[in-house]
């Protein structure tokens, strides 16, 4: 079970103490360097550090910690320390998965370059080693960083998205004037009573493609990010919000008919609510299952989102045909 702990108090401090310092000792053996700060720390140390801690408790004993400084941007790893008499039992994977869902845009640590379990773990959650320093003379150490995956999140549908889509719908009207000639909101939130990520997409239709080169720095401007077709020939596709995507704008020139696809699949949705509801639920299962795997989220739903496309298709052909 992992807990927050209070490193301020004294009796804590000394359980932290208690821990690490065997397994620091352990580290110090293999990377063959003995000035690791952690192997001096005393309680009255912790206590002043200034990190946040969390532990690992087995029947009520401490055995294993990690600690880390954060900003918005970065959360560092200060410290990971399973005490020798509970390695192997996959304490310093948990707590590193449990750091790893916090917010941040990226994760750091340090360690000792020849420190091989240590990066193997590291490297095996996702981090890369950008680069080797050496602090004093014998230690030498990696950074490794992650640049850290988008949670999904599945949310109940909330009101206010009509209104941030016509807010920004009034923003790139500002921008893109005469050369835009319809902007649609699209994906889930346009589906009053949906389920959905909060997310607000919308789609441009606009006189020619080049608009969106004429305009790519004012869409940066506005706090988006273009990434060109991203997989998707005709479109391009900007994100807004950073890594916490607030919302997407799809641009495409009038007459593609991925513009028609999108809207057929937003209107067949509003016109059939057990539909709707049927992917709402599809989604909360994905987002729960995949939390950080975008692409398992993408793939699981792809069949039916397909089949949905097909039914709407039809559906709209014999509207046409009425």
Same mark, same amino acid.
């Given at each position: 079970?992992?807990?927050?702990?209070?490193?301020?108090?004294?009796?804590?401090?000394?359980?932290?103490?208690?821990?690490?310092?065997?397994?620091?000792?352990r580290?110090?053996?293999?990377?063959?360097?003995?000035?690791?700060?952690?192997?001096?720390?005393?309680?009255?140390?912790?206590?002043?550090?200034?990190?946040?801690?969390?532990?690992?408790?087995?029947g009520?004993?401490l055995?294993?910690?990690?600690?880390?400084?954060?900003?918005?941007q970065?959360?560092?790893?200060?410290?990971?320390?399973?005490?020798?008499?509970? /390695?192997?039992?996959?304490?310093?994977? !948990? &707590?590193? $998965?449990? +750091?790893l869902?916090? @917010?941040?845009?990226? =994760? %750091?640590?340090?360690?000792? /370059?020849?420190?091989?379990?240590?990066? !193997? &773990?590291? $490297?095996? +959650?996702?981090?890369? @080693?950008?680069?080797? =320093? %050496?602090?004093?003379?014998?230690?030498v150490?990696?950074?490794l960083?992650?640049?850290?995956p988008?949670?999904?999140?599945?949310?109940?549908?909330?009101p %206010?998205?009509?209104?941030?889509?016509?807010e920004?719908?009034?923003?790139?009207?500002?921008?893109?004037?005469?050369?835009?000639?319809?902007?649609?909101?699209?994906?889930?939130?346009?589906?009053?009573?949906?389920?959905?990520?909060?997310?607000?997409d919308?789609?441009?239709?606009?006189?020619?493609?080049?608009a969106?080169?004429?305009?790519?720095?004012?869409?940066k401007?506005?706090?988006?990010?273009?990434?060109?077709?991203?997989?998707?020939?005709?479109?391009?596709?900007?994100?807004?919000?950073?890594?916490?995507?607030?919302?997407?704008?799809?641009?495409?020139?009038?007459?593609?008919?991925?513009?028609?696809?999108?809207?057929?699949?937003?209107?067949y949705?509003?016109?059939?609510?057990?539909?709707?509801?049927?992917?709402?639920?599809?989604?909360?299962?994905?987002?729960?299952?995949?939390?950080?795997?975008?692409?398992?989220?993408?793939?699981?739903?792809n069949?039916?989102?397909?089949?949905?496309?097909?039914?709407?298709?039809?559906?709209g052909?014999?509207?046409e045909?009425?």
């Open positions: 079970m992992i807990r927050l702990l209070d490193h301020t108090d004294p009796h804590t401090a000394r359980l932290i103490v208690h821990v690490q310092r065997p397994a620091y000792e580290e110090a053996d293999i990377i063959q360097f003995k000035g690791i700060p952690q192997l001096n720390e005393t309680a009255g140390d912790v206590m002043d550090s200034g990190e946040t801690f969390v532990g690992w408790f087995e009520g004993e055995a294993g910690l990690a600690s880390y400084r954060a900003t918005p970065v959360l560092t790893i200060c410290r990971l320390a399973v005490h020798p008499d509970h /390695v192997r039992k996959g304490i310093g994977t !948990a &707590l590193l $998965q449990f +750091l869902e916090k @917010e941040a845009d990226m =994760f %750091e640590v340090t360690t000792g /370059v020849h420190n091989k379990p240590a990066k !193997a &773990l590291y $490297q095996k +959650l996702g981090f890369s @080693e950008i680069g080797q =320093f %050496e602090p004093e003379e014998g230690a150490l990696s950074t960083i992650l640049q850290a988008r949670k999904l999140e599945v949310v109940p549908y909330r %206010e998205w009509k209104r941030e889509f016509l920004e719908k009034q923003r790139l009207k500002a921008l893109f004037q005469d050369e835009v000639l319809h902007i649609h909101h699209i994906g889930s939130t346009s589906i009053p009573g949906m389920s959905a990520k909060p997310v607000i919308m789609l441009l239709e606009v006189k020619d493609l080049g969106a080169a004429r305009h790519e720095n004012g869409m401007t506005m706090g988006y990010t273009p990434k060109g077709e991203n997989g998707l020939p005709g479109r391009r596709y900007f994100q807004k919000g950073g890594r916490r995507h607030t919302h997407h704008v799809h641009l495409y020139e009038a007459g593609h008919p991925d513009i028609k696809r999108h809207l057929l699949f937003r209107d949705l509003i016109a059939h609510p057990e539909r709707a509801k049927e992917y709402a639920e599809l989604k909360k299962k994905l987002a729960k299952r995949f939390p950080l795997q975008i692409e398992g989220y993408i793939k699981g739903k069949e039916w989102v397909k089949e949905t496309e097909r039914l709407a298709l039809r559906w052909k014999a509207g045909d009425k």
